[in-house]
Structures are given as structure tokens and as C-alpha cells.
T-cell receptor
Framework: AQSVTQLGSHVSVSEGALVLLRCNYS??????LFWYVQYPNQGLQLLLK??????LVKGINGFEAEFKKSETSFHLTKPSAHMSDAAEYFC?????????????FGRGTSLIVHP | KAGVTQTPRYLIKTRGQQVTLSCSPI?????VSWYQQTPGQGLQFLFE???????NKGNFPGRFSGRQFSNSRSEMNVSTLELGDSALYLC?????????????FGQGTRLTVV
């Protein structure tokens, strides 16, 4: 069984400040990891994903995440927040459970960016 | 390349009615998954279809059903609607089954049950 924990349902930062959204997972096998962003009344858009290889993954809009197996973490960072980054962010994990890769999503973290 | 299209975008239904939601995946994608999103429960997996067959099912009552057509388009149906079924229903398509390719999401259908 797999699960995802996102620490903090809300994270507030000032424009230009570092963004750090935390994600920890549990999985019985090495997982695939994803970060999605959701803007109001929209679907989810993939920011980045880790499957194999380099543990530091770069995504769209200046975001990146690092897979740390020893810490079972996949935290999302961005060096400088922009007002347009305000949205809901979801971490997801998938492994070959039941023969498919159905992702399990965290509860989401709402990123608030102050001017 | 067109994205995932869900129709309608908004629906208002009365308790006890039934509803059908539609999802057209990205061209060439054969796997379609459905999710329910609510403030209380977050994103919950409903079911996944591939090649017109349900491959996986989440923990939802039998009132929730779906199907997939030969052109990969999918529909989900909810019968005997309850107030708690009010949610954003998201459809996602991906290239194939048993793969780690990412899912591409539609904008969702906002269902309100009154």
C-alpha cells in the first residue's frame, strides 16, 4: 500500500521568497513520484515527475524537487515565488499496485503568495 | 494537440436523480481514469479504463459506474444522487495501462447536488 503526506495544508510566502512544499510518502516498492498544480476551477497540471535516474528533477515554471530515498521525501522548491504561483499543489506517488500505476494523491497544499 | 475534454463543466442535479459525465481523452491515449475531488476527502480514485475494460476500481459504492467506448472516450454515471456526491469530477488520460506515464487531466465537471 502507498500513501502520501503533505505537511501543511497552507503555505504562505512573500513574492520573491523561497517556496518549499513538503511531501513524504510510503510505498512498498520504489515508487514513481509526481507534483501537480491546480489553479481554481481547473484540472491538475503536471509540474514534474521522478521515475528513475537523477534524483533532482526540474519541472516547469522554475520548480524542482529532489527524491531522497533515505528520507522517503520528494519536497518541491522554487527559489523565488511569483504571484502567479498561488495555487493548490498535489504530491502523488504510484507503484505497481494491482498491476497498474494508479497514483495516490496527497491532500494538497495551498500556496499563498503575498506581494 | 487537443487536451482532455470533459463535458459538461457544471451540473446541478436534485437528490435521487442520476447523472452522466463525459470525457474525451487526448488523441492516442487509451487509458482513462476518473477521480472525485472534494474539500473533505481530497482526490479519490474512482476507476480506470483501458481498451473498453475496467482495470481498477476505487472504494466507491455501486452507484458509481463507468464505461469506455472503442474510441477511448469514457463516461461515468452516478445513480440515485446524494448530497455528498457534490464534487469536482476529474478525468485523466494516459498513453497506456501498466505504465508510469503521467496522467493528463481535464478541467473537470463540477457537480452540485441539491
Amino acid at each position: 500500500a502507498q500513501s502520501v503526506t503533505q505537511l501543511g495544508s497552507h503555505v504562505s510566502v512573500s513574492e520573491g521568497a523561497l517556496v518549499l512544499l513538503r511531501c513524504n510518502y510510503s510505498s512498498s516498492v520504489p515508487p514513481y513520484l509526481f507534483w501537480y498544480v491546480q489553479y481554481p476551477n481547473q484540472g491538475l497540471q503536471l509540474l514534474l515527475k521522478y521515475t528513475t535516474g537523477a534524483t533532482l528533477v526540474k519541472g516547469i515554471n522554475g520548480f524542482e524537487a529532489e527524491f531522497k530515498k533515505s528520507e522517503t521525501s520528494f519536497h518541491l522548491t522554487k527559489p523565488s515565488a511569483h504571484m502567479s504561483d498561488a495555487a493548490e499543489y498535489f504530491c502523488a506517488v504510484s507503484d505497481r499496485s494491482g498491476g497498474s500505476y494508479i497514483p495516490t494523491f496527497g491532500r494538497g497544499t495551498s500556496l499563498i503568495v503575498h506581494p | 494537440k487537443a487536451g482532455v475534454t470533459q463535458t459538461p463543466r457544471y451540473l446541478i442535479k436534485t437528490r435521487g436523480q442520476q447523472v452522466t459525465l463525459s470525457c474525451s481523452p487526448i488523441s492516442g491515449h487509451r487509458s482513462v481514469s476518473w477521480y472525485q475531488q472534494t474539500p473533505g476527502q481530497g482526490l479519490q480514485f474512482l476507476f480506470e479504463y483501458f481498451s473498453e475494460t475496467q482495470r481498477n476500481k476505487g472504494n466507491f459504492p455501486g452507484r458509481f459506474s463507468g464505461r469506455q467506448f472503442s474510441n477511448s472516450r469514457s463516461e461515468m454515471n452516478v445513480s440515485t444522487l446524494e448530497l455528498g456526491d457534490s464534487a469536482l469530477y476529474l478525468c485523466a488520460s494516459s498513453l497506456g495501462y501498466r505504465s508510469a506515464t503521467e496522467a493528463f487531466f481535464g478541467q473537470g465537471t463540477r457537480l452540485t447536488v441539491v
